[in-house]
């Protein structure tokens, strides 16, 4: 097999599962905490809210790349396959061409820092490029089998992954926060759901007593009441609908 078929179909194999694969990453961490220098995760609440604000700031990117992405874009794809009716190239994709994948890096790094470990936050960054670049490359196969001519023009002046130009062209849609809530709820929690699993595992690791630190159940517990909060009004109403999103 051409490695360009190799890559298109890593691509698309890693796609459909990228919602349990990364948790091999969260159980790495826990292996790193166990076996590496546990004076080093002491809980220390400034370097853990800076970790929480990299984690928010992923999912500040994702906000304003889902609040005004139409529906069926090239900024939405299923588990079945790429979805794209039109190319979307304005707001968040006059600057680079994956920023949800951006968000995504941002997200995870949170919790990589709560490892305090060098290696580990490199070998991270190494495996997440090699991860997406696969799932970016199939991504952009589609669109250029679909969209020809129109998609290496753009793709020629746009950054993939970190934006080299500041030449933005805004939404032609406005922000939708329901768009908003509907997508993007889950993200939100899981957020505080891994950091709440390693402070778990950090304490015990340490005092071998399983307890959550203070500052972490608050803010776990905060974010859980509004998970099930957009939920519920997500599942019983058709608040959220928006439409041409």
């Known amino acids: 097999m051409a490695l360009v078929h190799e890559f298109e179909n890593s691509g698309n194999w890693l796609f459909k599962r990228r919602s349990w694969l990364p948790c091999f990453m969260i159980v790495a961490g826990i292996v790193m905490m166990y076996m590496g220098n546990r004076q080093a995760i002491l809980f220390d609440m400034r370097d853990e809210l800076i970790f929480l604000v990299v984690s928010l700031f992923g999912?500040?990117?994702r906000i304003?790349?889902?609040g005004f992405t139409p529906k069926n874009t090239s900024g939405r794809n299923t588990v079945n396959g790429q979805i794209?009716?039109?190319?979307n190239v304005t707001g968040i994709y006059s600057l680079l061409r994956h920023p949800l994948y951006l968000g995504n890096f941002f997200m995870w790094l949170g919790?990589?820092?709560?490892?305090?470990s060098v290696w580990f936050t490199v070998v991270f960054g190494l495996l997440y490029w090699l991860y997406y670049e696969r799932i970016m490359f199939a991504e952009e196969q589609y669109l250029r089998r679909k969209f020809g001519d129109i998609y290496d023009k753009w793709s020629e002046t746009v950054s993939s992954f970190i934006p080299y130009s500041l030449k933005y062209i805004p939404s032609r849609l406005p922000f939708s926060v329901r768009n908003v809530l509907k997508r993007e709820y889950n993200s939100f929690v899981n957020i505080f759901v891994i950091f709440t699993i390693l402070d778990l595992f950090r304490n015990y690791f340490l005092s071998e007593r399983i307890y959550f630190t203070d500052m972490w159940i608050y803010l776990f517990v905060s974010a859980f009441v509004i998970?099930?909060?957009v939920r519920t009004i997500h599942k019983r109403t058709n608040w959220f609908e928006v439409e041409g999103r």
């Not at 794209?84 to 190319?87: G, N, P, R, S």
């Open 64 to 66: 304003l790349t889902v």
């Open 227 to 229: 998970w099930i909060a």
């Open 84 to 87: 794209a009716d039109e190319l």
């Open 59 to 61: 999912q500040a990117i």
């Open 111 to 116: 919790p990589v820092l709560f490892l305090r």
